[in-house]
């Protein structure tokens, strides 16, 4: 059994391929379902899908936990402890409505896109030339889902102006660019400090992004005399020492 799912997880076979692409439509279906129903009333076939999901989840949470070789290591990863949130949110709407707003943790899953950047790198040229974009969008959108959902999870209580998830992601946005029209605001200490991380993390991966997509396209290749490590793709010379290089290059320009 435990050879089976190491080699679903791990593995190289296309069986393996699919099964770990599905996981990843699934974390991308299941924040597409948080969002979607944070705008109706949650209804005895709302909590039926929450619990299908929830064991999908758990049947993951435990499969990853029983291959780890280092089973120490397993908990000092920051996506374990976003599965366990993941899994309390599934949990919490059980014990009463007024802990319905902690569904939304379950955006943290989008962390766990993160774990097929090696594969998409392997099966997708087009993923290889365009990583650095394509990493700095991720980024982006991680930390604007994840503080979205921050935002939604400790203003719906008590704050009126957060009613849905579409009203702490306007938020968001508007803060993340500097906007702040102020027609919302978030109440309470905790709410500035969300405020606060929004302004000065959102802000730097905003111009990270777009700095990664308004520079000339680079590869990374590392110049065996200076280091450098980024070069123009049709490079034969180090730009700073002058010493050849060998880019391996798919011949595009």
Not at 36 to 41: D, E, H, L, M, V
Not at 205 to 220: E, T
Request: hydrophobic share 50%; with cysteine; aromatic share 14%.
């Amino acid at each position: 059994m435990l050879k089976t799912l190491r080699k679903l997880y791990f593995g190289n076979s296309k069986r393996a391929h699919a099964f770990r692409y599905g996981l990843l439509a699934f974390d991308l279906l299941t924040v597409v379902f948080v969002i979607t129903t944070s705008f109706f009333p949650h209804t005895a076939a709302v909590e039926t899908a929450d619990e299908v999901i929830g064991v999908v989840i758990v049947l993951d949470f435990l499969a990853r936990f029983a291959i780890e070789p280092r089973k120490l290591m397993f908990w000092a990863r920051f996506s374990t402890w976003a599965d366990l949130v993941a899994l309390v949110s599934f949990i919490a709407p059980v014990a009463g409505e007024s802990f319905g707003f902690m569904r939304v943790l379950r955006t943290l899953r989008l962390l766990h896109a993160y774990q097929m950047l090696s594969r998409l790198r392997q099966d997708f040229s087009a993923f290889r030339r365009h990583e650095e974009v394509i990493l700095a969008t991720i980024n982006l959108l991680v930390f604007l889902f994840v503080m979205t959902g921050l935002i939604y999870a400790t203003q719906f209580p008590s704050n009126p102006q957060i009613q849905n998830y579409a009203d702490a992601l306007y938020f968001t946005v508007t803060t993340l660019t500097t906007t702040g029209f102020g027609d919302i605001t978030l109440q309470g200490t905790s709410g500035r400090l969300l405020a606060v991380a929004v302004m000065i993390f959102g802000v730097t991966l905003f111009l990270r992004l777009a700095q990664v997509l308004f520079r000339p396209s680079k590869v990374k290749y590392e110049c065996p005399t200076c280091g450098l490590k980024l070069h123009d793709a049709d490079a034969v010379h180090c730009k700073h020492c002058g010493t050849i290089v060998h880019i391996d290059t798919e011949g595009y320009t």
